[in-house]
């Protein structure tokens, strides 16, 4: 079964960091097209925030960049989200996705991430 298993969230005080973890099952993280983490606060849309490509290239919302940093351990076939500086406005729950080469897509369950002022 291909699975993602988002975790990691939980609640910090404003300019702390947490390290979301996203393990893979049944599926090898690197063979995907990219893998990447999104977020959805309370009414609003899901957005992208980070993503990291089979070739190691990332990407990241002008929001989070110089904040964040995805990575990959792919021994432990995991993927993850290292988030510093947190502010109130990241608050939101996190998910781990992963595109195929065909387009097809994997998400995680997501995982509550809550940063108080």
């Known amino acids: 079964q291909v699975q993602l298993v988002e975790s990691g969230g939980g609640l910090v005080q404003a300019g702390g960091s947490l390290r979301l973890s996203c393990a893979a099952s049944?599926?090898?993280?690197?063979?995907?097209?990219?893998m990447g983490w999104h977020r959805q606060a309370p009414d609003k849309q899901r957005e992208l925030v980070a993503t990291?490509?089979?070739?190691?290239?990332?990407n990241y919302a002008d929001s989070v960049k110089g904040r964040f940093t995805i990575s990959r351990d792919n021994a432990k076939n995991t993927l993850y989200l290292q988030m510093n500086s947190l502010k109130p406005e990241d608050t939101a729950v996190y998910y781990c996705?992963?595109?195929?080469?065909?387009?097809?897509?994997?998400w995680g369950q997501g995982t509550q991430v809550t940063v108080s002022s």
């Open positions: 996705n992963g595109v195929r080469l065909g387009g097809s897509e994997v």
């Open positions: 049944g599926m090898s993280i690197i063979t995907m097209n990219y």
């Open positions: 990291l490509s089979r070739a190691g290239s990332t």
